[in-house]
DNA sequence: CTGAAAGCGCTAACAT
DNA sequence: ATGTTAGCGCTTTCAG
């Protein structure tokens, strides 16, 4: 039972009560010698200050607090690093949230935060495409990852048509010059995506082919399509697969390889949103990493900046560039064929 | 300036500040009509309730609190999903924190969350070897996480000889004979590994080499030693390559293609780990998945179970079975050459 | 259901 | 440099 409270302490160090409180938040004020003292009755006691009433008496609190959609995909987890080393670097500490997909969640943990006093909040947004502010006029500053808003606020995000431009653009010096490609759009950003792939095709003289309704999101659905595909006769085939995500990706180049067709000496195969959970399948796969640690070092920025007095627009936006990360399932056959220059680890953003 | 109050919201409710603070904690004591105006008052004010005000006056905290080393490494990942699939289950919200590697920050979090009246509160602490009781006596439940104690408390934690002894029964079933163990095994998880996969081997007399000394744990500590020990003539040539991490096993593996040999015809090659940000590399990677949700669920339980009033013994230890995932780079030679039946994606505990 | 009031443990003024 | 004291916003009593 660690029930020592602040009394105790100043009781068993000999000192008065607003001593240690000194001693804790200001030690510079204390004596020295007074602070051992005070410091050893605190261990002795295994004292814990209590954080809720520290807050409520005013203290200002130092941490940010953030909320991610899951733990699930590599973005949030890239945006959590970012986050996490850049309020560091500021002296900041970090508490993060997972909303396990659940809007309900994301907004209670927003609100909870906010009633903890936090220096400020940063979230990024499940379905971008249905989104609200959902809070008004907070007393705390927020910072929205992953989105471009309409609505006034602060906002830092990718910018993904060049994601989309960048792999189209990639595969296209790669020899491609039919490309299929396969996802479901239904997300703004995955839109955009589909948007920057499509205006570089039509720059670039590349032939187009989008399969994006359905439920087309998991690595099986991508087997399907991949085999089919793969399956086509001679001009018909597409020379280039584009998943919209890695793990649909993935799946797609498993299904070429299991209609007997060689990657990437037959057809070329591609991800689009760099995550390393679906690095696991037959080939590396070429993708792109959005750069979601800048994403999270630049929310904090724009917190911390805040926090220095700056004044920033009603509608702050700010867009972060994708990264290529190019590996085998793109290749150039001559490096594939011979497996003798690995395309190394290339982690790009990950390490 | 969402500078409202609890009196405030009862004002513009036209009731009692009491019945606001009951709509909120209590709601079935409220006449539902009463309640309906009280919340269009919450929402017309944007009322966030201050949770430091709350725990100070003596709300209980459905809150727990996780301390994570870091964000980058998949065990501490599925530990995070399993800990929050299982808090929210049994209706507790979750908050992580990651220490970013350093033992200060761990301790600095640890004593937060304790401060915070969290409910309970999980561990996964970084060096398991110098590892010592943190905090004495907490008032608060502490379930360590992934290390197994020796002083009372409470230790959820894999098999690290099981996983050990798990890898090397698998490569013995491919057919490896002289195996070769790279890896700094100073960290006492790894160690146990070790000591596994030499039972193991002993038992099935399969001869190996440890290369265990030095600092040697980056891919490109692996790259160096994978092409020496691919180098090696005939009979001193291991058949079989295994890095106490997914890292160094992915360097090893570009090691031995860039010595000319192939994978996993000449050499077989597997990782320890179970990390995904591994395997991007030449060739998709065996390894074992430390079962992190399972143990982050299991951590849960534990906290639980106390919180209902059940008594465990001072010193509670839970050991969770690892799982192995069967990839290219130990497949047999038949299905690696024709890449026809492609081993999936295999993602196991990870989707 | 209301209204009033007693703290919860701490910080920051203010005296000393 | 140290001691004293007034709240911070909320939850709970307890009597209406």
Redesign the pocket.
């Known amino acids: 039972m660690s029930?020592a409270?602040?009394?105790d302490v100043?009781r068993e160090a000999?000192?008065?009560?607003?001593?240690?409180?000194?001693a804790?938040?200001?030690p510079e004020?204390?004596?020295p010698?007074?602070?051992e003292h005070i410091n050893a009755a605190i261990d002795r006691l295994g004292?814990?200050?209590?954080q809720?009433?520290?807050q409520?008496?005013?203290?200002?609190s130092r941490v940010f607090g953030l909320v991610l959609p899951c733990l699930d995909h590599a973005f949030s987890l890239q945006i959590a690093n970012g986050v996490q080393a850049e309020a560091r670097r500021h002296g900041y500490d970090l508490l993060i949230a997972s909303a396990g997909n659940d809007d309900i969640l994301e907004n209670r943990y927003m609100r909870y935060f906010l009633g903890a006093q936090m220096a400020g909040v940063l979230v990024l947004p499940m379905a971008d495409n249905a989104w609200k502010p959902p809070v008004q006029t907070p007393s705390i500053p927020i910072v929205y990852l992953g989105i471009h808003g309409k609505t006034p606020g602060m906002y830092v995000a990718a910018d993904n048509e060049a994601q989309g431009r960048a792999i189209l653009e990639h595969v296209h010096s790669r020899g491609a010059h039919r490309v299929a490609v396969v996802g479901n759009a239904e997300f703004a950003s995955l839109s955009l995506r589909v948007r920057g792939i499509c205006d570089a095709a039509r720059e670039l003289g590349v032939e187009i082919e989008l399969i994006g309704r359905g439920d087309w999101d998991s690595a099986s659905d991508g087997f399907v399509l991949g085999k089919w595909f793969a399956e086509r006769y001679g001009g018909m085939r597409p020379d280039c697969l584009i998943g919209l995500t890695d793990v649909l990706a993935a799946g797609l180049a498993d299904g070429v390889l299991a209609a007997g067709k060689k990657i990437p000496e037959d057809v070329l195969v591609a991800g689009c949103d760099g995550n390393p959970l679906a690095w696991g399948g037959s080939v590396p796969l070429t993708t792109i990493a959005s750069p979601g640690e800048e994403i999270g070092r630049r929310g904090v920025q724009v917190l911390v900046d805040l926090m220095e007095g700056k004044r920033l627009d009603v509608l702050h936006q700010e867009m972060v560039e994708p990264k290529l990360l190019a590996r085998m399932s793109t290749a150039t056959t001559r490096i594939a064929r011979k497996q003798a220059e690995p395309v190394a680890l290339n982690l790009g953003e990950y390490l």
Chains 1, 2 share one sequence.
Request: proline share 3%.
């Open positions: 029930k409270k602040i009394g100043a000999g000192v008065s009560l607003g001593t240690v409180s000194n804790l938040n200001h004020k204390v004596r010698e007074t602070l004292y814990v200050p209590n809720g009433a520290r409520l008496a005013g203290g200002t």
